[in-house]
């Protein structure tokens, strides 16, 4: 027998209500020993007072409970949910009560989500998005979640299932049947398998946007020591996180700060500036603002010169001339070159962010018809190695050997929806869900 789960699916602060999720085989037993009343009419609010076990009616709360008997429960199990009332101590007083029935224990990370994968109520795309739902912070994060949950990416992977089950199956008949003097010498799969595959490569270009909305769009400060870049970051995060001060070199390591601006997430990273040193430290610091330049989508490079105009820079890279409050004069050589700004008034940075959110909006632009499949690195990699199956197949003549790499690429569809390897899948992406999920 399986062990019964539960867990708190609501925050464990002090709250009016929360809601306690159980689910397996003993869930209706449990309910009636807890409440020592028959089981509640099936997925219907009811009052009831539960009581610990075997404690001559000691109560534990009095509140509502909804049973959900299987297969009609998120995980296909049998399912109680308790809705009682908030805070630590009735909480404890339920996990007490239940932990002390056998087979019954606290649930691992997403083990309910799990379970509902493994009895074909959900698939894990719809996991994944419920998951990335909880977590969203933003508008767009939220927007992409309830999308995939809705219909998103598991509707195109069945479409491909299908197509590459029926070309197996041509072959399949074809290996069977080439005796037969009556069947074709060879089936036309061609066309079929060159189109599903510029539909695989067309949605794995997509897995940048999911990044870009759910990671944040990465802004790379770069500039001179003393330039104001550590000012401008703490100004625009509001908080004091880098050191500001006047000796060069300080802010030895990058600095991180987000912040959600209309509905996206910018990431900032405040960088060692590039310059020659013999410190160890500040060498390690230098390296790293390097890498982070590579990867950036958009370089801030921040002057107090204006005069200073280099040579070249590269189309992500944005000119900012701060500390314009020092100044009046009219700045001729940078006035249409770069962003003016002044860290110490606040002058000129909600420019900077407006200029960024042009730049999601851009970059984000084609995503905005909803035909258009999202999908996260996770579910990229597998299409990437579906994508890579349906090219060997494509360019393999023996059927024998096309059919296996048409398994492959089966394969690799199913590990997105959960189908196969599910413990091995599972195990990782779950470690990231929340306890009650
Ligand atoms: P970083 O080395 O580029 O990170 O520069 P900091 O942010 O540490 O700033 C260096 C110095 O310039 C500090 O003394 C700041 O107070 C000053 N500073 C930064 N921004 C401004 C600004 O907009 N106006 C003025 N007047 N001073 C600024």
């Not at 004091?240 to 700060?257: C, F, H, L, Y």
């Amino acid at each position: 027998m399986q062990n019964t789960i539960f867990a708190l699916a609501t925050g464990n602060q002090t709250a009016a209500l929360s809601v306690i999720r159980v689910s397996g085989e003993g869930s209706e037993s449990i309910l009636k020993k807890l409440t020592l009343k028959n089981t509640p009419t099936e997925r219907l609010l009811t009052l009831r007072s539960f009581y610990f076990p075997n404690s001559n009616k000691k109560l534990i709360d009095k509140c509502l409970v909804v049973w959900m008997p299987a297969p009609r429960s998120y995980t296909g199990e049998d399912c109680i949910e308790i809705y009682s009332h908030g805070g630590d101590a009735v909480f404890q007083g339920f996990f007490s009560a239940l932990t002390s029935f056998p087979n019954v224990r606290y649930a691992e990370q997403g083990e309910f989500s799990k379970r509902a994968i493994i009895n074909g109520k959900t698939d894990l795309v719809k996991a994944e998005a419920v998951n990335d739902l909880i977590n969203a912070l933003t508008e767009k994060q939220r927007e992409i979640a309830i999308n995939q949950f809705n219909s998103g990416l598991s509707i195109p992977i069945m479409k491909w299932r299908r197509a590459i089950i029926k070309c197996m199956s041509l072959i399949e008949a074809n290996i069977d049947f080439s005796d037969e003097s009556d069947t074709p010498d060879s089936v036309n799969i061609t066309q079929e398998l060159s189109t599903l595959r510029e539909q695989v490569k067309g949605a794995i270009k997509n897995k940048d946007y999911y990044e870009l909305v759910n990671k944040g769009i990465k802004v790379v400060f770069k500039g001179k020591p003393n330039a104001g870049k550590s000012s401008i970051f703490n100004s625009i995060l509001k908080k004091q996180k880098a050191i500001v001060s006047n000796t060069p070199g300080t802010t030895r390591d990058v600095i991180e700060g987000q912040i959600n601006f209309k509905g996206y997430v910018i990431v900032f990273y405040d960088t060692a500036g590039i310059t020659k040193t013999e410190d160890n430290i500040e060498r390690e610091g230098i390296r790293r603002t390097r890498k982070l330049l590579k990867e950036a989508d958009i370089i801030l490079n921040i002057t107090e010169d204006e005069n200073y105009l280099p040579k070249s820079y590269s189309k992500k890279e944005w000119l900012v001339l701060n500390k314009i409050d020092k100044s009046k004069k009219i700045k001729k050589n940078l006035d249409s070159k770069a962003i003016l700004v002044s860290a110490k008034t606040g002058e000129g940075l909600k420019d900077i962010l407006l200029k960024i959110h042009k730049e999601i909006i851009k970059k984000t632009k084609r995503f905005n018809d909803p035909k258009n499949i999202i999908l996260n690195l996770r579910q990229a990699k597998e299409l990437e190695e579906a994508e890579l199956s349906l090219t060997k197949a494509l360019e393999e003549k023996s059927e024998e050997i096309i059919s296996e790499h048409l398994r492959q690429a089966n394969r690799s569809l199913e590990r997105i929806i959960g189908n196969i390897d599910v413990e091995d899948v599972l195990g990782n992406i779950f470690s990231k869900f929340c306890i009650g999920k």
